[in-house]
């Protein structure tokens, strides 16, 4: 009881709660109490009015006999302490504040354990993202080892000295992976494509993301080339390069 004062006293939320849930239960009492029967009352004045004088007398004196006891028992009420109220009422303010708190705190856990779970999915999404970048890079890179492989510096041209790719252009497959080490940024509406020098004549090798990532990307099946070239052109490619936006070159 002392620790639940010291909160009730301290705490205006339990203090309301413990308000709240006295007019709950005044409420619950007053909506089942049940009413008497209609027919009752009339039953009642039908039997008084049947009464003789002397009978009439004796009710009298039992009904006045009765006020005088349950006013006696009033008075006692009034002075002597109620031990049942006063035993059970702390009882029930405290189990109904339990009943509150635990209520509060199972939406409290509920929310923490909501949070916790999505930032478990967030962490599990992005790790699964993690270890599929680097499953791609471990195949690449195994790709990029074989014999059959050839690396191909890209040199920027006398417009771009600074601009540099790396391709890997597997002889054998075919396959043609591009990495971009220094390209300036894309400008809006266009993009980079790469070209394989095939016979003296220019063949579109595939285009490069417009999200300007520098990492290895997939480039068309080359089955053979004398050199590669990179331009800069409308976005979504050209049948032909545009010479005049030739950022960087390489032979074979």
């Not at 004796?58 to 109620?82: C, D, F, H, Y």
């Not at 939406?107 to 599990?124: S, T, V």
């Not at 070209?195 to 997939?218: E, Y």
Request: hydrophobic share 40%; net charge negative; glycine share 4%.
């Amino acid at each position: 009881m002392g620790i639940l004062e010291c909160i009730r006293k301290n705490s205006p939320e339990v203090q309301q709660a413990i308000l709240d849930v006295q007019l709950l239960l005044e409420d619950l009492a007053s909506n089942e109490a049940i009413a008497p029967h209609e027919d009752i009352k009339p039953s009642i004045w039908d039997r008084l009015s049947t009464l003789t004088v002397e009978e009439q007398a004796t009710l009298s004196a039992t009904v006045n006999g009765n006020t005088q006891i349950e006013g006696k028992e009033m008075e006692k009420r009034n002075t002597l302490p109620n031990l049942g109220t006063k035993r059970w009422m702390p009882l029930t303010i405290a189990a109904s504040v339990l009943l509150i708190l635990s209520l509060a705190s199972n939406i409290l856990l509920l929310n923490y354990r909501e949070r916790d779970l999505e930032k478990m999915q967030q962490a599990i999404s992005s790790n699964q993202e993690s270890l599929d970048k680097l499953k791609d890079v471990n195949e690449r890179w195994q790709i990029i080892q074989r014999p059959s492989v050839e690396t191909i510096t890209l040199h920027g041209i006398e417009k771009y000295p600074e601009a540099k790719a790396v391709l890997f252009w597997d002889t054998k497959t075919s396959d043609v992976f591009l990495s971009v080490s220094n390209l300036p940024l894309v400008p809006s509406g266009k993009q980079y494509q790469l070209w394989a020098i095939v016979d003296g004549q220019p063949v579109d090798a595939g285009l490069l993301p417009l999200s300007n990532d520098h990492s290895m990307v997939k480039m068309h099946h080359i089955d053979k080339a004398e050199a590669f070239a990179i331009t800069l052109e409308n976005e979504g490619g050209s049948l032909v390069p545009t010479l005049t936006e030739m950022y960087v070159m390489g032979n074979i």
